[in-house]
């Protein structure tokens, strides 16, 4: 059998070539080729039917045919030899590679049959068009994307579809970023030179190699993930994938860097869902920024961030809380951009900010670690008096707390016999006018435009007991027309107050007919039973305006008077009772005499008698006048009681002065006991109905 003929029986069919075999009585079709004498003594090789020399690879092909444009041969000798993509590849990557000349499945018809290794079918399902001579797999870039040829056609040889970019994008699409320096990530595959090392056999060779990548390998640099360089390598601090990004990850001149996770969310791997997507990256903002309930807002056809605490979004008087992201020239970044300088009112006009803010500014420069760091540091040092006045010399302040500074606190309900008990002037606590809750100081109510400062006049809320506590349902404060500053910059009016029981007076009123002792009732003796009989109390409360001068009349009746008809017999309140005949009866009157002065009963309050006889031409006829005194005892008048104290001095009604030292009061059936006024010193309870003209009732004080 020559050497031809065993190239004849390669072509023919597989049963022809066994029963050949068979027919030479030898144990395989080598040893009986290397049998006949037409034929080499060497066994035969892989290239003894195919390939050239030692290269198992067509060309030739069988039928002795060496063109690449046969399937035969086609781009055999281009994987079996090294290229400049990577180094040669094995048969066994296309083929099942057989042991001997007959294994099983090694000569039959051709082409001979395709069986796709690891390498090939890696992440991938290859595949084989016989009739177009194309092939899909790994090798060709089958799971990459951006590739210009991944279904390379088996008989092109020139060259063209293994060029750079044919398998996949160079540099890929994104997800992938967009620089061509495919040597800063791929060193070990791709050299500085951005030729692939096909020596180290790191391409194409199942595994994506990659150094140890950083943040900065992709976006940012020289150890920074901010950029500049974006993740497609531009610079340009117009765009926005680059904008702001360095100034804000690094020390600045307000503060320290900002950490990523204020504005994205930071991946833990490379391949974290949402990290390597489409640019620019997603803004999720972080817990400084959304401190104060700021939320935070990017609005990327402006690429404008608002809404975030960093920028000032929670504070007041801000030139510019909405900055731009791509402009980065230090204008949006100076002192006053967030917050102004100094803030407005509530704020006071104070431009040293080190006095309040000790942790930020005490040394007198700005302080980057506790700079927007989401707390407002406020000295804790500071007491009333600080930032304003105490009390500010402006409307009624002075008036209304003539105590020393240092007794000020936020809020207080206290009066004037906790804050100035050897008097000397009043003493409200703050929180009589202003809100009790620390959290309204300094928050920029303006009253409708009226002044820096809340006030808050509402009773509800106000602690048990409290002269707050006593005002009416309706009590407010109406600001003025007219706002005015005051030394520290704090706005302030001359508005009016409402239904503040400071300023108001007892309203008695008795509905029904009062009964008459022997009349309507028999009368058994001092003092007198009264059927029941029905008094009305409530208050009537006087508008004031802050700044005005009061005297005794500007708060309550002076002296406190009732009226016919709606109190009847001036029942329930003995000060004085004007009578159907529009004269005065009870204390007002006296009976001739000098009227009795306040003094006489509220000793504790004023001392000065302030009264005049009734007939130095009074205003209307029979009724009494009475001067206005100053207050002597300023911790016993507005305190929430009619306080009762006899005074010391004699009572001078008549020429014969009455002697009050031992007279008390009885507050548990409001009594006056031992009273020289009252004939006999007979008690009186107050309030008792009281007529001229009834004599039981007129002899009340004098019982004879």
């Not at 000798?77 to 180094?87: A, E, I, P, W």
């Not at 003493?427 to 006030?455: L, R, Y």
Request: with cysteine.
């Amino acid at each position: 059998m020559t050497c031809n003929s065993v190239r004849s029986a390669v072509l023919s069919a597989s049963i022809v070539l066994a029963a050949a075999m068979v027919g030479t009585g030898c144990e395989d079709f080598s040893s009986a080729l290397q049998d006949n004498d037409h034929c080499d003594a060497t066994p035969l090789a892989c290239t003894s039917c195919h390939g050239t020399d030692d290269d198992p690879a067509p060309p030739n092909d069988l039928d002795g045919s060496n063109s690449t444009a046969s399937t035969g041969v086609g781009a055999h000798q281009s994987h079996l030899s090294d290229g400049n993509l990577r180094d040669a590849l094995p048969c066994e990557s296309c083929h099942v590679v057989p042991t001997s000349i007959t294994a099983a499945g090694h000569i039959g018809s051709r082409p001979a049959e395709l069986v796709w290794s690891s390498l090939a079918s890696q992440d991938a399902t290859p595949t084989w068009d016989r009739a177009a001579n194309t092939c899909t797999n790994y090798c060709h870039g089958a799971t990459l994307s951006g590739g210009s040829n991944t279904t390379p056609v088996w008989t092109v040889v020139d060259g063209s579809q293994a060029a750079c970019g044919t398998c996949h994008g160079a540099p890929p699409p994104p997800p992938h970023v967009a620089s061509t320096d495919c040597h800063a990530c791929h060193p070990g595959t791709v050299n500085a030179a951005g030729d692939i090392d096909v020596a180290l056999g790191l391409h194409i060779n199942g595994t994506v190699e990659t150094n140890a990548l950083a943040c900065d390998s992709c976006h940012g640099g020289g150890g920074s993930a901010a950029p500049p360089v974006d993740t497609a390598g531009q610079s340009g601090t117009d765009l926005v994938t680059v904008g702001a990004h360095r100034s804000h990850l690094q020390d600045g001149s307000f503060r320290r860097a900002v950490a990523c996770d204020e504005c994205h969310v930071v991946p833990q791997s490379l391949g974290d869902v949402g990290h390597v997507d489409a640019a620019p990256a997603e803004v999720t903002w972080g817990p400084l920024a959304t401190t104060d309930g700021a939320t935070g807002a990017w609005d990327r056809t402006t690429a404008t961030c608002g809404d975030a605490y960093c920028h000032g979004v929670t504070l007041s008087g801000g030139s510019n809380t909405t900055p731009q992201w791509t402009v980065v020239n230090g204008s949006q970044a100076v002192c006053g951009s967030c917050h102004g300088i100094h803030p407005p009112p509530p704020h006071p006009a104070n431009y040293n900010c080190g006095l309040c803010h000790v942790e930020t500014m005490g040394s007198g420069s700005l302080n980057l670690d506790t700079h927007i760091d989401g707390i407002l540091q406020v000295s804790g040092s500071l007491q009333c008096g600080s930032c304003h006045e105490v009390p500010p010399a402006t409307g009624s302040h002075l008036i209304h707390y003539a105590a020393a500074t240092t007794d000020a606190t936020y809020g207080s309900t206290a009066g004037t016999a906790d804050l100035l008990p050897g008097g000397g002037g009043y003493a409200f606590g703050c929180g009589n006018c202003h809100p009790t809750d620390p959290a309204h100081h300094g928050n920029g109510v303006s009253n409708s435009g009226g002044g820096s400062a809340e006030i808050d006049l509402s009773a509800a809320g106000a602690p048990a007991g409290s002269l707050k506590s006593l005002n009416g349902p309706g009590a407010s404060y109406a600001p003025g027309a007219s706002v005015s500053t005051d030394s520290d910059g704090l706005d302030y009016t001359h508005g009016t107050c409402s239904e503040v029981y400071c300023h108001s007076s007892k309203v008695v009123e008795t509905p029904g007919p009062i009964p008459e002792p022997d009349a309507d009732f028999p009368f058994t003796g001092y003092p007198i039973t009264y059927p029941a009989y029905t008094v009305n109390l409530s208050r009537a409360y006087h508008d004031v305006t802050w700044g005005d001068s009061l005297s005794c009349d500007g708060c309550h009746g002076f002296p406190p008077r009732t009226y016919d008809a709606t109190v009847l017999a001036g029942a329930g309140d003995s000060h004085s009772f004007i009578d159907a005949s529009g004269y005065e009866n009870l204390h007002g009157y006296s009976h001739g005499a000098a009227p009795i002065p306040c003094a006489a009963c509220h000793f504790d309050v004023v001392t000065d008698p302030g009264v005049r006889y009734r007939d130095t031409t009074p205003p209307t006829a029979g009724w009494s006048v009475y001067e206005p005194v100053p207050i002597a005892g300023h911790p016993n008048h507005v305190n929430g009681t009619a306080d009762v104290a006899f005074t010391t001095d004699p009572v001078m009604m008549t020429s014969n002065p009455f002697d009050l030292s031992g007279a008390t009061w009885e507050s548990s059936n409001r009594s006056c006991v031992n009273v020289s006024c009252h004939f006999n010193d007979t008690p009186v309870v107050w309030g008792t109905p009281y007529r001229y003209n009834v004599t039981i009732e007129c002899n009340v004080c004098h019982q004879f």
